[in-house]
């Protein structure tokens, strides 16, 4: 299973990226999938949660009405729409997958995305 994020980069406050992960190896659409980050010095975080067929989304209270989370099952890939960016959103940011919608430790983890947001 591989899991491939991109999109991550060097944004002002205020503005916006879009995270991609692309994933392989498994079945997709049989999957939740999550991104988390880790800020410097900070305790990894989950960020948002997809379930299989996007019935059900979950948010962190930080990023609410931010970020949104969303997938394409054709293209095995999961996407992270990231706006109004604030410094505290630096991070590295990784997505992964599990069968379950609810854990803190998914199965499958991507390589990471570094997301730096300058004031």
């Known amino acids: 299973v591989q899991l491939q994020a991109s999109g991550g980069g060097l944004v002002q406050a205020g503005g916006s990226l879009r995270l991609s992960c692309a994933a392989s190896?498994?079945?997709?659409?049989?999957?939740?999938m999550y991104w988390f980050r880790q800020g410097p010095g900070k305790e990894r975080e989950r960020v948002a949660t997809?379930?299989?067929?996007?019935?059900?989304?979950y948010y962190t209270n930080s990023v609410k009405g931010r970020f949104t989370i969303s997938r394409d099952n054709v293209k095995s890939t999961v996407y992270l729409q990231m706006n109004s960016l604030k410094p505290e959103d630096t991070a590295v940011y990784y997505c992964a997958a599990d069968i379950s919608t609810v854990t803190e430790r998914p199965y499958y983890w991507g390589q990471g995305t570094q997301v730096t947001v300058s004031s």
């Open positions: 190896g498994l079945v997709f659409s049989r999957y939740a």
């Open positions: 997809i379930s299989w067929t996007a019935g059900n989304t």
